[in-house]
């Protein structure tokens, strides 16, 4: 999602327009077009589809999305259109997004003995459960006094298998977090990411 905002003291339009260079993605606004009041903030919904549907014409690929706010002075009426002057750049966002096989932690466990914590995951593709192939994890450590814990992040490379270990020495281990980044494979995988565990 993005926001947008009226900064003016009167109420305005606010348009959005989209450009990308991605001939087989779709890019989905909720609104193209919203009517704020002074100081208004609306969130607007943002959605992506690639729209490739065989399966061999699938390959990893990037689309480009700019999306650009415009906003009307509301100063700047007249008798004849309420917003005659053209409408001022208000900002925008550029967004890269990529291709990739759904993917989900199909395990992830902590073993914790004495001060060494171990995190051990499987990452695989959503709905068939084949393991992926490669890519990197990060993982996180959440450790010390519970109420204000310390974190310890560590990077694994994921075995061709599609499983990885992470062991580290931290005194009062709390629970520990994964993110699957993907990462340059031969196939191309979407992030992921694991629930807490203890």
Request: proline share 5%.
């Amino acid at each position: 999602s993005i926001t947008v905002h009226n900064p003016y003291d009167e109420p305005t339009i606010f348009q959005l327009d989209t450009v990308q260079n991605g001939d087989r993605f779709r890019t989905y606004l909720e609104t193209t077009e919203l009517e704020l009041d002074a100081g208004e903030t609306e969130v607007v919904t943002v959605m992506f589809e690639y729209t490739a549907t065989n399966v061999q014409e699938r390959e990893r690929e990037e689309n480009d999305v700019r999306i650009n706010g415009l906003i009307y002075d509301p100063r700047a009426e007249d008798e004849d259109y309420p917003f005659a002057d053209a409408a001022d750049a208000a900002g925008g966002v550029d967004i890269r997004v990529r291709t990739g096989l759904a993917t989900e932690f199909t395990e992830f466990k902590a073993q914790v003995e004495g001060k060494r914590a171990t995190f051990k995951g499987t990452v695989g593709e959503v709905g068939a459960g084949i393991p992926v192939t490669g890519g990197d994890v990060l993982v996180a450590i959440r450790h010390g006094d519970p109420s204000d814990p310390d974190y310890t992040y560590v990077s694994e490379l994921m075995g061709s298998n599609g499983v990885f270990e992470v062991s580290v020495s931290e005194t009062d281990v709390l629970e520990g977090k994964a993110w699957f980044l993907g990462g340059a494979t031969s196939t191309p995988y979407a992030p992921s990411e694991s629930d807490w565990v203890q």
